[in-house]
Structure formats: structure tokens, C-alpha cells
């Protein structure tokens, strides 16, 4: 009865905690092959507050929707592996170059393919842009409202869903009616880990641009469990106006990209030596820095 | 038509801190592109706002003022936003990179179908050639901000949509009054035009807000922390080193990821920006988006086991050392030569 249709935005990110020298294109757009390939940690807690929906509302399932090059299907096997039951890879050059409108224009196009939803989950905001956006323009371009920076889905009743938001200064409790968007912030509790038996279950799930070079057994196995094929939709697959998508759809355009060269100063170089340290400390004080 | 509308946000009565400082940075582009600088203020009771914001050099504030308004909601703010910036045209919006601006800025910048850009650094006006179209813009907004994790600096513009929008954390710009007799105009919305009841859908069902513990923003000294500092443990010297200085304790985003701190005390592009007359940077190496929150600090000291790390390049004082070897030292002799 109170089974819903949950959808998980996912994003695969390049680890920006990690960034070499040649991450960049000379376009000013991330070379996004030159870098390890995480789940979008903000995406993952999103996981997680679809996950307990789904465990207090036996029934429920969960899609998760990625927009990314081939290899973005690997979000979408860990979160097979973590309990999601379905996954969308939309995957076309036509969505590469966009900024964050055209992004949830090709998403929310997406969405609508996939049609039948009560509650869409995401991350607050992905590490590679830190812009928080997709989210909110994605619920704007479907209409329906949005729940920001929350903590937890503290549960759903009756077509109600009340979500405790995490703001500046401290908590806010909300109420909203589905269908409705939730965008899960960083505080909120890390997702299970994968599940063994849905390792094993999933370990060969693929789209079918990954196929293209397996063996024949490996596609007599595909067939026999269709559970495996990861959906993969092209420009093709959607409803959409061209225009809105990729680059040419993406209103804000880099116009440069420098390195930043930060004006080197003149330091002092010191030891934690008790002399040369109380020696600063004198300093401090006497120029009234400290104290 | 065509002016610099900054949307002020209202919090427990007051105007928050970073709509004063877009205010100031508004007024600077609106005098540049000769234009007016326009403010919106949605919420309840607001008699008195506007005299606040006069003196900032605002020409027009548009007044939303409704009881259903006490407290931030999504769909009316954009509700009224948006249809506030269809009647007026602005060529550029600017919001604040709260919690309240980050919820309601993408949702305006999605119905108007133009771009938004986030937590800028720097806004200024410059012009554009589009080779490829042969094509000349005036007057852009150029925003700018770190990308990539800081690793990059990327100026965006917006060529053809308007309004050009972008959002900017409170600290990072300054605020300054031009003038305290400042004339401006106040335009009263009559809200039933702009909001319907469909707007109502979410409800704040309780609120627990706090006044901010941390107040890093306004510190004189700030000791702040990065992953170098090594555990949870180790981070509490540079809590005891504040309190003996009477400073603020900071913290990286490296260092925050590892639970060394809470997020509130994060500083750097995505966190607080700090001007403090001292900043001691204890095992941060320098990532340029923490760099970007607290490069104007008037002196900086970096401890460091590392001697080549990046952030020494901008040090006054650099200290090869571990943290639990020197901060004691540094309490030590505070301790002994001061009263």
C-alpha cells in the first residue's frame, strides 16, 4: 500500500581531493579520464535516505539516474550493490560541455521517461563544482516543489513526507506533500556499505556499451537475466528540445581558466626549537599581535 | 530597466550580513554600468528595513510583505523573485550563498532559463568577443570563482541570458555604507499578485536555530587546522592555544572530511572567508580553496612538518615542527610572559 517510487540522482565525480596537472582541457572543461572516478559523496547519503525509505515502505523501489560518459555506470552498480533496484545510464555526446541548467534539463527530461515517481533524492551538491544546483532546477523543471539540505527523511504518510533540514545556525522540520524533490546534505548518515549477496547478484550487471566487446557466453547470461542490463538512454531515448542540451544549452560559459599564482612573500624560516619559538612568541607580543 | 537587483535576505528581522556586502559590491557595478541598484526584500513586519538599506546606495526596494512570510520557504520566494525580475529585466541578480540563497538561486535561475553561477570570489564588469559568431558583448558580468576543487580559478559570463545571476558567501565581499542620507524608493508588491496558494505546500513544522557559537568571521586571531594536524586529539591543542589567545579555531575542508571539526568552522571558498590580524595555519597545506578564504589575513604563521608546503609560499613565519611540538611551546611561554 505505502510502496513508493523513489528516484536517486547519482553523479560520478573526478576526485578533486586528488587533482593532478593535466586535469584540464585546454577548453577550460575538466579532463575528467586524467582522474580516479568516485560516487559523489553527497549522492551516497542520498542513497542511504532512499534506502531507509524503502526498508520502512516494504514495496518501494528505487531507480538511480546518472548523466555521464560510459564508465558513470559503475555509480550505478554500486548502487545496485547497496540495495537500488534499477539504473539509468543517460549517456550521450550531445549532453557533453553543459552547465548545471542544461544538466537538469537532460535529467528532468530523464525523469520524465521514466515517468512514474513519488520522491526524487540527491546529493546537496557534487565535490568536482560545489554549485548545489542541480537539485532545485531539476524539481523547477518538473514542477514540483523541493526540500533542501536535509539531514534525514524523518518518515512519510499519507502522501506527506517530513524531512528535518540542517541550515546554518541549526535544524528546521519540514512537511511537504510528494511528489517532491529532497537534495540530502553531508551530515546526514553514510550510506550502508554493498551488500554481499547483491555483489554477487549485480557483479555482471552492465549497459550495453560495455558489451559491446564480451564474449558469447557472457550476453547467453545477460539474456537469461535481464535483471543484469543496465538501461542506457541516448539523446534518441528522450523527449527533448536539442537546443536546451550541452553546451549550446548551457547559458554560462567559461570564458577563461587561470592557475592561480598566489603572491609569494618573503617568510621566515624557523625550527620548533624552544628558542626560536619563544623568540616569535616575543615578537607577537611586542608588536601588540597577540596579547 | 535593465538595473542590478540584489535579492536581501531577512533573518529574525534583521538584514543578514552578506546581502549588506552584496549591497556594496551592487552599488560598485551599478555606478560602473551606470545603472540603479535595486533590492527585494520578502518577509514580514519590514517597515523598517529599508532605511537600512538606503544608506548602502539602493534606488528601489521592492517590499514583499505578507504574515505567511516569517519565515523562508522556497515557492513563494520564487514565486515573487521571478516574476519580480520578468516585470523589471535586470541584467544582473545577485543572491546571498546561504543556505537560503543556494535553495532559492537555482530554482529562479531554472524558470527564467538563464545561468546562475555559485559562490563567486570576485564580480566584475568586462567586455567579450565571441570569434566564432564574430560577435562583440559590452558590459558582461564577469564571474569569478575557484572550480575544480580550487585548483582553478574560471571566469564565467553569461552572453545572452539575462538576468546574469550569481551567488556569493557571506565574508567574502566587504560592506561599506556610501551614504548615510542616501534617497531610494520604496515599491510595495501587492503579494496576491505574485504568490498563490499552491506556493504554501511545504510547512515549517518546528524550528531550533541557535546563535552561532563560532564567530570566526570577526576574529582578531584565528588558529585553524588542517588534516596535517592528525587526529581529533591533536586538533584540541589548537583549541587550548585559542583560548589562551583569545582567538577563534578554524579548520580546513580536508580537516572537517576527517571529523576533526564541525562545519562551522570551515574556512576557504566553500567555508568562511577570514580577514583576522593573525593567522596561524596548523598542518594545512594550502589547497587553494582554503587559501581563497584567508589569503588577506594581515599576518599569516604556517606550522608545518612539511617545508615544502604550498601555503608556506604566503606565510610571514614558516615553523618546520610537528603540531604537539609546537603549540605547547607556544602556550608555554604566552603563559609565562604575559599577564
Known amino acids: 500500500m505505502n510502496a513508493l517510487r523513489i528516484i536517486v540522482l547519482a553523479k560520478q565525480v573526478p576526485d578533486t581531493r586528488n587533482v593532478g596537472k593535466d586535469a584540464m582541457k585546454a577548453d577550460g572543461t575538466v579532463n575528467r579520464a586524467a582522474l580516479p572516478a568516485i560516487f559523489n559523496p553527497e549522492d551516497l547519503d542520498a542513497l542511504e535516505q532512499a534506502l531507509r525509505v524503502k526498508d520502512a515502505n516494504p514495496g518501494s523501489t528505487i531507480t538511480l539516474l546518472t548523466m555521464g560518459p560510459v564508465r558513470a555506470a559503475e555509480v550505478l552498480r554500486e548502487g545496485l550493490f547497496r540495495g537500488a533496484d534499477d539504473g539509468v545510464l543517460l549517456t550521450d555526446r550531445a549532453f557533453a560541455g553543459a552547465d548545471t541548467l542544461a544538466t537538469s534539463y537532460a535529467l528532468s527530461c530523464a525523469i520524465k521517461k521514466i515517468k512514474d515517481f513519488d520522491l526524487i533524492v540527491c546529493g546537496r551538491q557534487a565535490i568536482d563544482g560545489d554549485t548545489a544546483q542541480v537539485g532545485p532546477q531539476v524539481a523547477e523543471k518538473l514542477g514540483i516543489p523541493q526540500i533542501t539540505y536535509a539531514e534525514e527523511i524523518m518518515g512519510i504518510k499519507s502522501g506527506k513526507i517530513k524531512v528535518k533540514r540542517r541550515l546554518e545556525r541549526g535544524i528546521e522540520v519540514v512537511e511537504g506533500s510528494l511528489p517532491i524533490l529532497v537534495t540530502v546534505t553531508s551530515s546526514a548518515a553514510s550510506c550502508r556499505p554493498r551488500n554481499s549477496k547483491l555483489l554477487m547478484k549485480y557483479k555482471h550487471a552492465s549497459t550495453v556499451s560495455e558489451r559491446q566487446e564480451k564474449s558469447e557466453d557472457y550476453m547467453t547470461m545477460i539474456n537469461e537475466r535481464p535483471y543484469l542490463n543496465i538501461k542506457e538512454w541516448s539523446v534518441n531515448d528522450i523527449e527533448c528540445d536539442r537546443e536546451q542540451l550541452g553546451l549550446t544549452g548551457s547559458p554560462t560559459k567559461v570564458k577563461k581558466i587561470d592557475n592561480i599564482v598566489f603572491q609569494a612573500k618573503e617568510s621566515k624560516q624557523l625550527t620548533s626549537t624552544d628558542s626560536e619559538i619563544d623568540e616569535l612568541m616575543k615578537e607577537l607580543i611586542a608588536s601588540h599581535t597577540i596579547g | ?339
Open chain 2, 1 to 339: 530597466m535593465n538595473n542590478i537587483i540584489v535579492y536581501c535576505e531577512i533573518d529574525e528581522g534583521k538584514v543578514a550580513d552578506v546581502s549588506f556586502e552584496l549591497l556594496t559590491k551592487g552599488r560598485k557595478l551599478a555606478t560602473d554600468l551606470k545603472c540603479k541598484l535595486e533590492a527585494l526584500v520578502v518577509g514580514t513586519k519590514l517597515d523598517a528595513i529599508p532605511p537600512q538599506l538606503f544608506p548602502y546606495g539602493v534606488d528601489t526596494v521592492y517590499v514583499a510583505d505578507d504574515s505567511r512570510f516569517e519565515f523562508y520557504t522556497c515557492l513563494p520566494h520564487t514565486s515573487i523573485t521571478v516574476k519580480l525580475f520578468k516585470e523589471q529585466q535586470p541584467q544582473i541578480a545577485l543572491f546571498g550563498a546561504t543556505t537560503i540563497g543556494r535553495d532559492l538561486g537555482p530554482r529562479v535561475s531554472s524558470a527564467l532559463r538563464s545561468g546562475l553561477t555559485a559562490d563567486c570570489t570576485s564580480l566584475e564588469i568586462g567586455d567579450h568577443e565571441e570569434k566564432r559568431l564574430n560577435k562583440e558583448y559590452k558590459n558582461l558580468l564577469y564571474q569569478i570563482r575557484p572550480a575544480f576543487g580550487g585548483n582553478i580559478i574560471a571566469t564565467i559570463i553569461n552572453p545572452d541570458c539575462r538576468p546574469q545571476m550569481a551567488t556569493v558567501r557571506e565574508g567574502v565581499m566587504q560592506k561599506e555604507i556610501v551614504d548615510l542620507g542616501y534617497k531610494g524608493k520604496i515599491e510595495k508588491l501587492t503579494v496576491a499578485n505574485y504568490v498563490s496558494d499552491a506556493d504554501f505546500v511545504v510547512k515549517i513544522i518546528e524550528r531550533h536555530m541557535e546563535k552561532s557559537k563560532v564567530n570566526i568571521k570577526n576574529a582578531s586571531i584565528v588558529i585553524a587546522g588542517g588534516y596535517g594536524v592528525g587526529s581529533k586529539e591533536n586538533f584540541q591543542l589548537l583549541h587550548e592555544l585559542a583560548s589562551v589567545l583569545g582567538a577563534e579555531v578554524g579548520a580546513s575542508r580536508a580537516a572537517i572530511d576527517a571529523g576533526y571539526a564541525d562545519h562551522d568552522r570551515q574556512i576557504g571558498q566553500t567555508g568562511i572567508t577570514v580577514r583576522p590580524k593573525l593567522y596561524i595555519a596548523c598542518g594545512i597545506s594550502g589547497q587553494i580553496q582554503h587559501i581563497s578564504g584567508m589569503q588577506e589575513s594581515s599576518m599569516i604563521i604556517s606550522i608545518n612538518n612539511d617545508p615544502c608546503a604550498p601555503i608556506n609560499s604566503i606565510a610571514d613565519y614558516v615553523i618546520t615542527g610537528t603540531i604537539e611540538d609546537v603549540i605547547p611551546k607556544m602556550i608555554k611561554y604566552y603563559k609565562q610572559n604575559t599577564k
